[in-house]
C-alpha cells in the first residue's frame, strides 16, 4: 500500500475515533435539522439496496466488457468478504442505531446494529477494484460511496462514526482481496 494512501486511511481512521467518542450525537443532531423534501428524495434513492445492487451490476458490466475476468472474480471476492466482516463485527460489537429498531425493514430487524454500517463496508470495498481497473472514474465513484453512506446518517440510522470507520473497513477488505488474488 502506498505511502500516501496510507497516511489517508490513518487520518479518516482518527476522525472516525473522535467522532465516535466526542461528535457522533450532534452530527445526527445536525443532519436531523437539515432535513426536507428534496433532500429526502435524493437520500432515499441513494440509500437503497437497489442503488447499490444497480452499482454491483455496472460494475461487473464494465469489467466484462473490458475483459478483465480475473478482476470480476476479485471483485466478487471483494463483496462476499465486505459482507462477512461487516455482519461480523456488527455481532461482535452490538452497537444501537441512533433510532433503536428499524421497524420500516423487518427483514434486516435481525442485525439491527449499528457498527459498522454495511452500506459502507460494502461500497468502499469496491474502490480498490475500481481504482485499479477504471482510474478514471475512481473519484465519481468516491463521491457516490460518499453520498450514498452520509444518506445512512441523514435518516438516522448510522452514527458518523459507524460509516467512516465502515469505509476505512471496506476499504481495507477490498484492497486485501485484490492483493490476495494479485500474488497467486
Excluded at 35 to 59: H, K, M, P, R, T
Excluded at 60 to 69: G, P, R, S, V, Y
Excluded at 110 to 119: A, E, I, L, Q, T
Amino acid at each position: 500500500m502506498k505511502k500516501r494512501a496510507v497516511v489517508w486511511l490513518l487520518a479518516v481512521s482518527i476522525i472516525g475515533i473522535l467522532c465516535l467518542l466526542f461528535f457522533d450525537s450532534s452530527i445526527v443532531d445536525y443532519m436531523s435539522s437539515i432535513q426536507n423534501v428534496y433532500l429526502d428524495a435524493l437520500f432515499s434513492v441513494l440509500e437503497s439496496y437497489w442503488a447499490i445492487i444497480l452499482i454491483v451490476i455496472a460494475v461487473l458490466a464494465m469489467l466484462a466488457i473490458n475483459h478483465k475476468n480475473k478482476s470480476i472474480g476479485v471483485f466478487i471476492l471483494t463483496l462476499v468478504s465486505s459482507t462477512i466482516a461487516s455482519f461480523a463485527l456488527k455481532f461482535i460489537i452490538m452497537r444501537p442505531r441512533p433510532l433503536g429498531l428499524i421497524e420500516l425493514l423487518p427483514i434486516v430487524n435481525w442485525v439491527d446494529y449499528s457498527f459498522p454500517s454495511s452500506h459502507a463496508v460494502f461500497i468502499f470495498s469496491m474502490l480498490p477494484v475500481i481504482s485499479k481497473e477504471f482510474p478514471k472514474l475512481k473519484y465519481l465513484f468516491m463521491a457516490l460511496a460518499c453520498l450514498i453512506v452520509i444518506s445512512r446518517i441523514y435518516f438516522n440510522v448510522h452514527y458518523a462514526s459507524d460509516i467512516i470507520l465502515g469505509a476505512v473497513i471496506g476499504y481495507l477488505v477490498g484492497y486485501f482481496a485484490l492483493r490476495l488474488t494479485e500474488r497467486k
